[in-house]
């Protein structure tokens, strides 16, 4: 698959991932909107490799959200232990995954007919 492509999915999973935390985890963290931004992009290719490359064309989309969400809580929980005073509430973290994944939905679709080449809806 050529480069540009993977490049391409994931600005467009960053530009879904930085919305996104950063509304929500300022809101339920002590973390200003800067480190969560730096934490979608820090989030982002782990996420997009385990995810979406790694499970979406193997098990398909359902899996790969479940993956998603699965990921992200883990990050998400293990970046507050880095972050020391800066604790994300459970129901923040919660709320992000869930947003995170409703989304994730459609970048699944996006991905199977960019990427994969296949149809969307599968699995």
Same mark, same amino acid.
Do not use: M, N, R
């Given at each position: 698959m050529p480069v540009a492509r993977h490049i391409n999915a994931l600005i467009?999973?960053?530009l879904l991932f930085a919305p996104v935390m950063g509304v929500l985890l300022p809101a339920f963290s002590s973390l200003n909107v800067a480190e969560a931004i730096m934490t979608a992009l820090l989030m982002t290719p782990v996420v997009y490799? $385990? /995810?979406?490359?790694i499970v979406l064309p193997r098990q398909g989309t359902w899996a790969a959200m479940a993956?998603?969400?699965i990921v992200t809580i883990?990050?998400?929980?293990?970046?507050t232990t880095f972050l020391g005073e800066k604790? $994300? /509430?459970?129901?923040?973290t919660?709320?992000?995954a869930a947003t995170i994944g409703a989304g994730e939905w459609y970048f699944h679709?996006?991905?199977l007919r960019t990427l994969f080449n296949r149809r969307g809806r599968e699995k």
């Open positions: 467009t999973k960053f490799i $385990l /995810a979406d490359v993956a998603d969400i883990l990050l998400l929980w293990e970046a604790v $994300l /509430a459970p129901p923040g919660v709320l992000v679709q996006f991905l």
